[in-house]
T-cell receptor, first 116, second 113 residues
Framework: GAVVSQHPSWVICKSGTSVKIECRSLDFQATTMFWYRQFPKQSLMLMATSNEGSKATYEQGVEKDKFLINHASLTLSTLTVTSAHPEDSSFYIC????????????FGPGTRLTVL | AQSVSQHNHHVILSEAASLELGCNYSYGGTVNLFWYVQYPGQHLQLLLKYFSGDPLVKGIKGFEAEFIKSKFSFNLRKPSVQWSDTAEYFCAVKPPLNRKLIWGLGTSLAVNP
């Protein structure tokens, strides 16, 4: 159990276009989903926390108009990178957490975004 | 400032050597502690976690970690590493009353055959 999927696993796009990444909890209801960015050989950087049905909370320095997050249901959150530029190229990882106490985050496999 | 520190950034070992990776955190109160592993080209996997109870936690693939509250530490250990343990290892802490994880910078482990 506790499987999180991400789609697509990799995407290449042209500069200026927008890219949507989906994160799904397959066998549990995720009240909270997290979006991370990981640079090569570095740790995870939390970008934002999204709670189902409410606006995402962005970490300091993350542009909310650049990285649009929608958590419309208990099993789906989306991250849209708007007007992508080469510096947005990165590995984006989502995680999901359910309702129960002492919950842990379950991680998706990540999406490799390359902006040309 | 509240943080998670991993002392070893790069570790190189030979097969069969013992491993200990340090992790210290600066939060008071009840925390949840995690070690994750990321094999080359793969996604994060949970190695082990501590929520409460026995401070010596056993995880997958022969890993274990010991929570020492007085030292604010949660060090990862493995008695005998294998080449397949080559990976990035991340310590993470969930502070009290917080659903976010705070991450260490990670340790890159290379095991030579």
């Amino acid at each position: 159990g506790a499987v999180v999927s991400q789609h697509p696993s990799w995407v290449i796009c042209k500069s200026g276009t927008s890219v949507k990444i989906e994160c799904r909890s397959l066998d549990f209801q995720a009240t909270t989903m997290f979006w991370y960015r990981q640079f090569p050989k570095q740790s995870l950087m939390l970008m934002a926390t999204s709670n189902e049905g409410s606006k995402a909370t962005y970490e300091q320095g993350v542009e909310k108009d650049k990285f649009l997050i929608n958590h419309a249901s208990l099993t789906l959150s989306t991250l849209t990178v708007t007007s992508a530029h080469p510096e947005d190229s990165s590995f984006y990882i989502c995680s999901a957490m359910g309702l129960a106490a002492y919950n842990e985050q379950f991680f998706g496999p990540g999406t490799r975004l390359t902006v040309l | 400032a509240q943080s998670v520190s991993q002392h070893n950034h790069h570790v190189i070992l030979s097969e069969a050597a013992s491993l200990e990776l340090g992790c210290n955190y600066s939060y008071g109160g009840t925390v949840n502690l995690f070690w994750y592993v990321q094999y080359p080209g793969q996604h994060l996997q949970l190695l082990l976690k501590y929520f409460s109870g026995d401070p010596l936690v056993k995880g997958i693939k022969g890993f274990e970690a010991e929570f020492i509250k007085s030292k604010f530490s949660f060090n990862l250990r493995k008695p005998s590493v294998q080449w397949s343990d080559t990976a990035e290892y991340f310590c993470a802490v969930k502070p009290p009353l917080n659903r976010k994880l705070i991450w260490g910078l990670g340790t890159s482990l290379a095991v030579n055959p």
